[in-house]
C-alpha cells in the first residue's frame, strides 16, 4: 500500500475553506468593532437623556 495524496481539486477546496475562515474571522472582528463603538454611542445617548431629565425636574 502507498501513501495517499489529496487529488489536486480537494488541495484547492481545503484552499478555498481556508480563505473563506480568514474572510469570515476579519468580518466577525469588524461586527465586534462595530458593536463596540455602537454601545459606547448608546452609553453616551442614556447620559444625555438622563441629565436632560435631571434638569426638568
Same mark, same amino acid.
Do not use: F, W
Given at each position: 500500500?502507498?501513501?495517499?495524496?489529496?487529488?489536486?481539486?480537494?488541495?484547492? !477546496?481545503? @484552499?478555498?475553506?481556508? &480563505? !473563506?475562515?480568514? @474572510?469570515?474571522?476579519?468580518? #466577525?472582528?469588524?461586527?465586534? @468593532? @462595530?458593536?463596540? !463603538?455602537?454601545?459606547?454611542? #448608546?452609553?453616551?445617548?442614556?447620559? &444625555?437623556?438622563?441629565?436632560? #431629565?435631571?434638569?426638568? !425636574?
Amino acid at each position: 500500500m502507498g501513501t495517499s495524496y489529496p487529488a489536486h481539486d480537494q488541495h484547492d !477546496r481545503r @484552499e478555498d475553506c481556508r &480563505l !473563506r475562515d480568514d @474572510e469570515h474571522a476579519d468580518d #466577525v472582528l469588524s461586527l465586534l @468593532e @462595530e458593536n463596540a !463603538r455602537l454601545r459606547g454611542l #448608546v452609553v453616551k445617548l442614556s447620559n &444625555l437623556i438622563l441629565r436632560n #431629565v435631571a434638569d426638568q !425636574r
